[in-house]
């Protein structure tokens, strides 16, 4: 049996990790649910793993069975993927967060839909397709244990189109449950872990020094993250993850992450506006203590990246220029900064959908304004989100937030990753034109110009 499972891009990121200008290849890592798939597929079947940010399609491939995983703003392309291949007679399969979120959706699309985690119900997925008779949904009755995971084979991938192909999960989910999260619908606002020393365990047998342990809150729970820590000091690794500065609270645990081979943290500080994280029920910062916080990150080496998000309800013209000036003075190294957007099956879409302008889902990539915002037209939206990105990464701005970086400890050790993000981010905003302009200049100068949305100038970013 002969297995195809496919990550698909569209439009500006189908091959763009094969070009080297300004590291193209920076921000693919592990494609970890397809490798968590393949880890479930029995021995005897044949896994081939396309990415198209790297690969072709192979249209005429002869296959038994086609795999395919997306987010909402590829779920587009996966549909005519998945169409080629029916229409060929072979059997497609939808996963990943949009299949999962709009289950019904995608099957009108696909053989047969995957919602959920797929590694409790691929087996049989493997099993019935065999026999001829692929049901349209399968689900989970519950979540799946992360007691005993199978090795993920990362021998599928050719490591040289990745930064890493070594990624690690120790837990899935996040406790939080914030309205416009997907992670949160999808995993039903739980934070489950993996056993400590298989984490361990799994780490020890990779041989590169880098390793990314792609949870979507590594310290969500303080204890298992202590004990993670501990057991990860003799290990010698450098690793980045994803937290809420909330770990911050405690400076005693800063130090242990450190130790432990932390070299970089992404935390979601959305939005300085406490209003608007009450807005959208999330109310695990206080905004107050942002720079005492990313200060002691930055004391015990750990980079910060910063996700910032436009378009929240109190979000006005003036919000782009005091974010950039805010994020200056916080000296975050790195942003994603990313426009509001209700996805399909979470809790905001359903609160905004009367407001919402697009619903052509290869534009919410988070860096399309698809909906009207109540303080500023959708035009002003997007032009900040862009305008902030281009500022942002500026060369000076660069150059700047390297140096400072050199003087922290373990700088010059970790310096070739700062510059590498840095660096990819600036190449995207050179390359596809990202510039934007200040809506509160703007504004000043001619207020009644129209809520028409320009063409889109943003950068587009895939789940890895």
Not at 162 to 174: E, K
Not at 356 to 368: E, G, T
Request: proline residues 5%.
């Amino acid at each position: 049996m002969k297995l195809l499972l496919i990550a698909p891009a569209s439009g500006k990121w189908q091959k763009v990790a094969r070009t080297g200008f300004f590291n193209g290849k920076t921000f693919r890592f592990s494609l970890l649910s397809l490798l968590s798939v393949a880890a479930e597929t029995p021995e005897d079947v044949d896994v081939e793993i396309i990415d198209e940010q790297i690969n072709d399609i192979p249209w005429d491939a002869e296959a038994d069975l086609v795999g395919i995983t997306c987010m909402t703003a590829l779920a587009p392309r996966a549909y005519t993927i998945a169409a080629h291949f029916m229409k060929r007679n072979i059997p497609v399969v939808l996963g990943g967060m949009h299949p999962t979120l709009s289950s019904q959706e995608a099957a009108n699309h696909a053989t047969s839909v995957v919602a959920g985690e797929a590694e409790s119900v691929w087996p049989k997925v493997i099993e019935d397709a065999r026999n001829g008779w692929l049901k349209k949904i399968y689900k989970n009755s519950s979540p799946h244990s992360l007691q005993g995971l199978k090795r993920i084979p990362r021998h599928l991938l050719d490591k040289k189109n990745y930064a890493t192909v070594h990624a690690v999960q120790a837990t899935r989910g996040c406790p939080h449950g914030c309205e416009f999260c997907a992670v949160s619908a999808f995993n039903n606002k739980t934070h489950r872990k993996r056993p400590v020393d298989e984490v361990v365990a799994e780490i020890r047998e990779i041989p590169d020094r880098f390793i990314m342990l792609v949870d979507d809150n590594i310290t969500a729970d303080r204890e298992y993250a202590t004990d993670l820590f501990y057991a990860l000091i003799p290990l010698k690794k450098h690793w980045v993850s994803q937290s809420t500065l909330s770990i911050a609270d405690d400076p005693d645990f800063v130090r242990l992450a450190a130790e432990a081979g932390c070299i970089g943290l992404f935390v979601g500080l959305e939005t300085f506006s406490e209003k608007n994280l009450t807005s959208v029920n999330k109310s695990c910062h206080r905004v107050e203590q942002y720079k005492e916080a990313i200060r002691l990150l930055h004391s015990h080496g750990i980079a910060v990246e910063a996700g910032i998000v436009f378009g929240f309800e109190g979000d006005t013209p003036d919000v782009f220029e005091s974010t950039l000036g805010i994020l200056d003075d916080l000296r975050v190294d790195v942003i994603q900064a990313s426009i509001f957007t209700p996805i399909p099956g979470t809790p905001m879409f359903k609160k905004m959908k009367d407001r919402i302008i697009d619903f052509d889902w290869s534009k919410y990539d988070f860096h399309n304004a698809i909906f009207k915002p109540k303080e500023m037209f959708s035009e002003d939206l997007q032009a900040g989100h862009d305008w902030v990105t281009h500022q942002f990464y500026q060369p000076w701005r660069i150059a700047r937030r390297l140096w400072r970086h050199t003087r922290r400890p373990r700088g010059l050790a970790t310096l070739k990753y700062m510059a590498a993000v840095n660096m990819a981010y600036y190449g995207r905003v050179s390359r596809w034109n990202i510039r934007g302009w200040n809506p509160a200049k703007q504004k000043a100068g001619n207020p009644t110009r129209s809520a028409v949305i320009r063409p889109s100038l943003s950068l587009k970013t895939t789940g890895s």
